[in-house]
Structures are given as structure tokens and as C-alpha cells.
């Protein structure tokens, strides 16, 4: 069992930037996929984030969210910058060797509790 750890949220203004990170129980490689989903009450579980072997970003982050992983391989990283109120939302982290989509939530064995980011306007 693959145990995550998610921290880093916070309050931001719009324009501002957040850091999230995801520690991982195990050292993390290329074939294993660990990925950032977030969710509000009003909207099921989204994409944001993927790295594997590269990385993969939701159109609506593009260009202003960085995913990256540490050299340990035990850390992954959400860089959130020029954020918007529209990012408000609780981020998840996730994490598997995929059998589908890596845009699937269905798709990850493990994830994190979850950290609150709310973008103030």
C-alpha cells in the first residue's frame, strides 16, 4: 500500500502562487504515474497534473501550474502560479501504476487527504 502525504495549501490572491507537495511512501520512477486532481462541492473530481515518464496538464492550468519531482523520486511538486478564483478547490494527490487514463480518477490505487487552496479575488 502506497501512503501520500499532501501539504501546501493555503490562501492566495488572484495573480498570486502556491507550492503543494506530495511525499510518497515509496521512491517514485518513470512507470509509476503521480498525478494532482482537484475538487469543489459544486464539481466532481478534475485533472489537474501528471508526471510519469513526462508530464501532462489540464488545458485550463496550462502554462501557469509546474509538476516536478524531486531527484529522491519521493516528492512531487505542484508549482501554481498566476492563479485565478476559479482555481479555488481541494487538491489531491495521487498516485499508481495506471491500467487507464491517467486523466481517470478511476485509475489511481492511492491517494492523499487532500489540501485546501482557496485564490481570493
Known amino acids: 500500500q502506497v501512503h501520500l502525504v499532501d501539504t501546501g495549501g493555503g490562501l492566495a490572491q488572484t495573480g498570486g502562487s502556491l507550492k503543494l507537495s506530495c511525499t510518497v511512501s515509496?521512491?517514485?520512477?518513470?512507470?509509476?504515474?503521480t498525478a494532482w486532481f482537484r475538487q469543489t462541492p459544486e464539481k466532481e473530481r478534475e485533472f489537474v497534473a501528471a508526471?510519469?515518464?513526462?508530464?501532462w496538464y489540464a488545458d485550463s492550468v496550462k502554462g501557469r501550474f509546474a509538476i516536478s519531482r524531486d531527484s529522491a523520486g519521493n516528492t512531487v511538486y505542484l508549482q501554481m502560479n498566476h492563479l485565478k478564483p476559479e482555481d479555488t478547490a481541494r487538491y489531491y494527490c495521487?498516485?499508481?501504476?495506471?491500467?487507464?487514463?491517467?486523466?481517470?480518477?478511476?485509475?489511481?490505487?492511492?491517494w492523499g487527504q487532500g489540501t485546501q487552496v482557496t485564490v481570493s479575488s
Open positions: 495521487a498516485a499508481g501504476s495506471l491500467a487507464g487514463d491517467l486523466r481517470w480518477p478511476s485509475s489511481y490505487a492511492s
Open positions: 515509496i521512491r517514485t520512477s518513470d512507470d509509476f504515474t
Open positions: 508526471i510519469r515518464s513526462g508530464t
